[in-house]
């Protein structure tokens, strides 16, 4: 019986070797372990034998059992493991395929700019004043000190609507709009908008563009306030190593009047193309408020003094983005807006 | 203007300045040099030579063979201009030479002839063909019989110059003179300046009793100064005098009129020079023009002159249209003997209305339009007669003739120091301040502890504290101003709930995949009112430039269609844009147009398109709507929003719908109509305009938080099939106003017409959710509401339920 008991054993676990799936391996085991099957047959036959072997084939059978049943496990699990395997072989990708696009737009780049200086003047306590583009002369030139006859309004160059109203020439207006409005209060706003002239569509100009102004005005405000001011915008803007040089210059509705250069943040001032050599590049235009614009709108001018500037958006995105032709920004070449959708921070 | 430095030498000491460094602090100072041109170009090998010799070339026509004592030898050179003579000074180029262009002269033989380098005209040495004299521009330039040959000619020609180029702003008129530079020049470097020494001889015939003068308009021309110079010879000027000349850039004419042109450079003062002889009436009358009074002009053009003009006449007759040009009839000519020299002041508006109308703008009139000053009108016109006296050996009659009511008082302008310190945030000292007005030689006196200052009428920018704030701050240095930040009641600052919520709306519409586009406001009346949702007059220019730009817009989205139609041309199929801009509605009662803030946006080719796992999807209706609920969404008027099937010209009709918000037009949403989209080259392209102003101020409610539900919702799906023009809004209504408290959310999943479904018949279902926040529903309630619901949708749509 012992020879029966270990032929059954060797030729279980030869049939547990060979099964090559889970389910042949399951019929191995009802084959040899469930209850119609040769072990469980012998357990039956216990009976016929003598008491005294009893308890030594009694432990045999169990041993060959258990041999059986931890081969039969053992091998379940290299069989599951394997089909597994062969699954996840059958699921694998091509990593470099593309992925699926995000579909997203973004700014056109001078709101980007535009909101870039608005929200550095934020910062500072500023508002955000806006006003109508199509304006009184009164607003666009007279109360901004340029009275009817001077030479700086020549109808050439505005575009009139009729004798009184025009397509305001820059965003002064609000300013002149928002001083009247405050009554006499301290005032301190970005203007930004769009602006129109008289002038033929080309590499360098453009009948619509859009133009972003700042005043400030209180008691005791200097023109060091000014600079100051200006200054921490250049850095905030161009980067933290700028410089800026005010120049003289002249507009009807500041005095003094200046011209801001930053120092060129591509040669750092060494001079090269975009600086022309000069070493620092002309940004924007400010200056003291005139007193004559402060009195038109009701301040006392002996008492209240304030800070006026006003650059073009456009101009800005050229130098930082280095786009060479103006019409760019109102073509709405997609190839174009779409090079602005990433931070640069 | 054009500052020659070796003119301006003749009156500051610039010797010990290298022209960058003088250009670099005359900009910081306030005046901008754009350039600095060097008259030389680098050339070298440039010389004086004699023709001694001048033969027809036997082979060409064109060329003579000219034998040129250049100093050192003889040498032969062939010339082609057809003024080259036997016996001329002229300027010789020899081998080694390098003209401007990188031009450079060789020996060569020329139809077999050889030359040994070349007889130029002023146009080879980069002199602008409009500045040389006539009788030399189409040839070569002869000089003076002065000159040596092998001499340097750069120099005898005034070509070893710097010219600075100044852009000036209007304020500065002052520096349209070299007197004016000279005094900016000597305040900069702190030195003094030379003013020219003006002293002749006068003959014992006074002016007086040659011409007689009237001025009939005193408030257009309250100064008039007219002296009279007999036995002028009338010929080219010296060469000095047309080099500065020409650096100037004025073209030399003869010596007569290119006097009144120096002085009118030096002094910033325009003279004109009349024939005396051809005056004819030996008088002077300024008056206005007789309406369509003509004269015919020194560029042979004849006017027309309106009332209000102002001439100089002979008492009969224009001879000078006044401060803008003279008159053919009277000008100064070879044969001219006596001449009547003019400085007169001008009124600015005067001669700028007249010179635009007439469209006649010139160096003269420049200034004038400017205003002059009014101390050296009498001076100018000493000046000339000097100059008449001494290079065209004229004898200046004594005294002038003069009408002068002319107020010449110094503005007088008051500032203490401390005002001007507080301005700037500075602390310059009163010496300092007093040091600085007198370099600028602006006569200040410091009275009680103020600055009283006297500002010279060459100045005419000075007129209150600011402009004497900015004289010094400008000449102590603006970079010594100090950084500081406004003192004083700190503001919060930020955007109003109008602007942040404008920002919600493009970062939405961006991260729905649309770039924002830039549009022009002004286009053409064919466009203005394509597409708007509310008409009103159009708003036109006065003086367009075109007709495209003419009017401006109503709608954004014509200019949006073309900004599509330009991207599919560039085969960029699928384009997906936006922009928020006014549109203008007009004439309101204060005569400006209603400007109301949109939003648009266009859609053409496809909105998904992932090519290598094959999906592909259009843009369509329903792409577009999602994006406009969706935006609504993002500032919380999803609730009162809704579409309505509409006609509208232009449009897809079955395909286009009016949106609202709360029962209130606000919107157009759909598809272009076939014809248009061909019209502009366009596939199936959708677009959407709101009226984005009436959205943003309409209120929202506040965002509160409801709580996250605790008991399960119930859902029922219902099948239905309703008429084929049944609309699914409709149903969703119905079934919403049937539902009562307990219907939380309704939301089409099917949509099915065609086989299986009666013709003129559509199948939709609808999956609808209940629920109550507080407890658990039983299935009685669902029911009971569930009926509800059904019968509505019988009753009320004839809906049919299947399955
Ligand atoms: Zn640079």
Redesign the pocket.
């Known amino acids: 019986m012992e020879t029966q008991l270990n032929q059954l054993k060797d030729e279980a676990l030869a049939k547990i070797e060979a099964a090559s799936n889970t389910k042949e391996l399951n019929e191995v085991r009802v084959a040899y372990l469930g209850k119609k099957g040769p072990i469980t047959d012998l357990l039956k036959g216990m009976g016929k034998l003598p008491a005294e072997e009893r308890p030594k084939m009694g432990a045999l059978v169990n041993v060959i059992r258990e041999t059986v049943t931890t081969q039969l496990e053992e091998r379940m699990a290299h069989l599951e493991e394997q089909a597994i395997n062969e699954q996840l072989a059958k699921e694998a990708i091509d990593v470099t395929l593309p992925g699926r696009p995000v579909r997203t737009g973004n700014h056109h780049p001078l709101t980007r700019v535009v909101e870039e200086i608005e929200d550095f003047f934020i910062s500072m306590g500023y508002e955000i004043a806006e006003g109508p583009e199509v304006e009184k002369d009164y607003y666009n030139f007279e109360a901004l000190n340029l009275p009817k006859g001077h030479p700086a309004r020549d109808m050439q160059d505005s575009f009139y609507i009729s004798e009184e109203i025009l397509l305001r020439t820059h965003t002064s207006p609000v300013q002149a709009r928002t001083m009247e409005a405050k009554d006499g209060a301290a005032i301190k706003i970005i203007c930004p908008g769009k602006v129109y002239r008289r002038d033929s569509d080309d590499a360098t100009h453009s009948h619509q563009f859009t133009q972003i102004e700042g005043l400030v005005v209180g008691e005791n405000i200097r023109m060091s306030d000014l600079k100051g001011t200006l200054s921490l915008f250049a850095k905030k803007m161009f980067g933290a190593d700028r410089e800026i040089r005010l120049r003289p210059s002249f507009f009807p509705f500041t005095e003094p009047s200046v011209e801001m250069d930053i120092s ?1 943040f ?10 022309k ?1 000069t ?1 620092w ?1 002309e940004i924007l235009g400010a200056g003291m408020v005139h007193p004559n614009v402060l009195e038109m709108a009701g301040y006392d001018s002996s008492a209240v003094t304030g800070f006026a500037f006003g650059m073009g958006p456009e101009r800005i995105a050229m130098l930082k983005y280095g786009v060479e032709d103006i019409r760019h920004f109102y073509t709405n070449d997609v190839r174009f807006i779409s090079q602005f959708h990433r931070t640069e921070a | 203007m054009l500052v020659s430095t070796k003119w301006l030498g003749d009156y500051v000491n610039i010797k010990n300045i290298a022209v960058e460094e003088l250009a670099e602090k005359i900009t910081r100072a306030g005046i901008e040099v754009d350039a600095i041109i060097d008259r030389s170009h680098g050339m070298t090998n440039v010389v004086v030579g004699y023709v001694k010799e001048c033969v027809k070339h036997p082979e060409a026509d064109k060329l003579s063979i000219c034998q040129v004592d250049v100093g050192e030898e003889t040498t032969q050179i062939i010339c082609g201009a057809p003024n080259v003579a036997e016996g001329q000074k002229v300027i010789v180029a020899r081998p080694g030479a390098v003209l401007p262009g990188n031009f450079k002269i060789k020996k060569a033989k020329l139809r077999g002839e050889e030359s040994n380098g070349m007889i130029c005209s002023l146009q080879e040495l980069a002199i602008e063909g409009k500045l040389v004299p006539k009788a030399y521009a189409e040839g070569i330039y002869v000089l003076p019989d002065s000159a040596i040959p092998g001499e340097d000619a750069l120099p005898l020609l005034g070509l070893d110059d710097q010219v600075l180029e100044f852009d000036l702003t209007p304020n500065r008129s002052d520096a349209l003179s070299m007197l004016g530079v000279a005094y900016e020049v000597g305040a900069i470097l702190s030195q003094g300046i030379v003013l020219p020494e003006v002293s002749y001889t006068e003959s014992a015939e006074r002016a007086e009793d040659v011409l007689k003068l009237r001025v009939d308009a005193i408030e257009d021309n309250p100064m008039y100064v007219a002296k009279v110079v007999k036995n002028v010879k009338v010929a080219e000027s010296p060469l000095w005098l047309q080099n500065y000349l020409m650096a100037a850039g004025v073209r030399p004419h003869n010596n007569v009129v290119d006097i009144t042109n120096f002085v009118l450079m030096e002094y910033g003062q325009p003279l004109h020079a009349f024939d005396y002889d051809r005056l004819e009436t030996e008088e002077i009358v300024v008056r206005r023009a007789e309406e369509g009074e003509k004269i015919t002009t020194l560029d042979e053009a004849e006017r027309t002159l309106k009332g209000h003009n102002l001439v100089i006449t002979n008492g009969q007759e224009p001879v000078a249209v006044a401060g803008v040009m003279g008159g053919l009839n009277s000008e100064v000519h070879d044969g001219t003997t006596t001449v009547v020299i003019e400085s007169a002041y001008f009124a600015p508006a005067s001669v700028r209305q007249t010179s635009k109308e007439l469209g006649l703008r010139s160096d003269a009139s420049t200034r004038f339009e400017k205003g002059v000053d009014p101390e050296r009108v009498a001076q100018a016109a000493e000046r000339a007669a000097q100059l008449m006296a001494e290079l065209a050996g004229g004898e200046v009659l004594a005294g002038s003739v003069v009408i002068d009511e002319l107020d010449k008082t110094p503005a007088r302008i008051t500032v203490s120091p401390d005002t001007i310190n507080n301005r700037l945030g500075m602390k310059i000292s009163l010496e300092d301040m007093l040091s600085i007005l007198d370099r600028l030689q602006i006569p200040t006196e410091a009275v009680s502890g103020k600055l009283v200052i006297d500002a010279p009428t060459r100045r005419q920018d000075l007129r209150i504290e600011e402009d004497i704030i900015e004289e010094i701050a400008r000449l102590y240095g603006y970079d010594e101003i100090p950084m500081t930040l406004p003192v004083g009641e700190s503001t919060p600052g930020g955007l109003t709930p109008y602007q942040a919520k404008r920002r919600t709306v493009r970062a939405f519409l961006e991260g729905a995949g649309l770039y924002q586009a830039l549009t022009y406001s002004l286009t053409s009346k064919e466009h203005a009112q394509q597409y708007a949702l509310e008409t009103a007059p159009v708003t036109e220019l006065l003086m367009p430039m075109s007709e495209e730009r003419s009017v401006l817009r109503q709608s954004l989205i014509p200019h949006l269609l073309e900004a599509a139609t330009y991207n599919v041309a560039r085969r960029i199929e699928s384009v997906a844009l936006y922009e928020t801009g006014s549109v203008f509605l007009g004439l309101e009662e204060d005569g400006l147009p209603k400007e109301v803030e949109h939003v648009a946006a266009v859609l053409t080719g496809k909105w998904v398109d992932h090519a290598w796992q094959g999906e592909s999807k259009k843009v369509d209706f329903f792409v577009m709507k999602g994006i406009v609920e969706g935006m609504m969404d993002s500032i919380g008027q999803l609730d009162g929003l809704s579409f309505e099937q509409a006609v509208v010209e232009g449009m897809h009709p079955g395909r286009t719908a009016k949106i609202l918000l709360n029962g209130e037009e606000i919107g157009l949403i759909g598809q272009i109509h076939p014809t248009e989209q061909k019209k502009r080259d366009l596939k199936e392209t959708y677009i959407m305009e709101i009226n984005l102003q009436k959205v943003l101020q309409t209120e929202v409610d506040e965002v509160l938080y409801t709580q996250v539900p605790r008991f399960p919702s119930m859902s029922r799906d219902i099948a239905l099939v309703v008429a084929s023009e049944t609309s699914a809004g409709t149903l969703q209504a119905i079934i919403r106003n049937a539902g009562g408290k307990l219907l939380k959310d309704v939301r089409l999943f099917d949509l099915y017409e065609g086989a299986n479904v009666e013709e003129g018949k559509k199948s939709l279902a609808f999956s609808l959710t209940y629920f109550d926040p507080e407890r658990t529903l039983t299935d009685e309630e669902v029911v009971k509401a569930h009926d509800k619901v059904l019968k509505a949708l019988t009753d009320e749509a004839g809906a049919v339920l299947r399955g």
């Not at chain 1, 591509?266 to 600086?275: A, I, L, R, S």
């Open positions: 060129c591509k040669c750092g001032g060494d001079g090269c193309n975009v600086c050599k070493g590049i």
